[in-house]
């Protein structure tokens, strides 16, 4: 009766639209705010008590959407793309999944929260993502 309705008014093409619009690949189109991150060597240091530097060469913002499903193939839901501050939903079939959102403070430092699951076990953490220089240095 709903969907009968709705042809009838012509608003299906516009649900349907609009639901769309909701959920993009997220290596597809959008997702511009990380490409205008600055390559080269890149420290994230994660909040918290006791918490961890880790050191990575980015050569793509992209990859730090998946930091802890690094190098693995997944699939990328974009929840909300804006210009300082994306999330990114994804599954990594048979490994996990996670949810990552990411603002933008300048074109060398960001902040970072995600969550999800990997190999059967639940991640969550924050960090802060400062480039430090060129990779290899």
């Known amino acids: 009766m709903f969907w009968e309705t709705m042809l009838k008014r012509g608003t299906v093409p516009f649900a349907i639209a ?13 997702l511009g ?10 420290e994230l240091r994660e909040r918290g008590q006791g918490g961890e530097v880790h050191r990575l060469c980015l050569d793509n913002g992209r990859k730090l ?28 079939k048979g490994r996990g999944y996670g949810r990552t959102h990411i603002r933008r403070e300048s074109s060398g430092l960001v902040q970072i929260d995600s969550q999800g699951i990997v190999n059967g076990l639940p991640f ?6 400062r480039k430090v220089g060129k990779c290899g240095n």
């Not at 609009?18 to 959008?30: D, R, S, Y």
């Open 18 to 30: 609009a639901i769309g619009a909701l959920a993009v690949p997220a290596f597809g189109h959008g």
């Open 33 to 42: 705010m990380l490409d205008q991150l600055e390559t080269g060597a890149w």
């Open 65 to 92: 959407i998946q930091l802890r499903h690094q190098g693995m193939a997944c699939s990328h839901v974009v929840v909300d793309d804006k210009p300082d501050e994306v999330t990114v939903q994804y599954t990594c």
């Open 124 to 129: 969550s953490f924050s960090a802060e993502g």
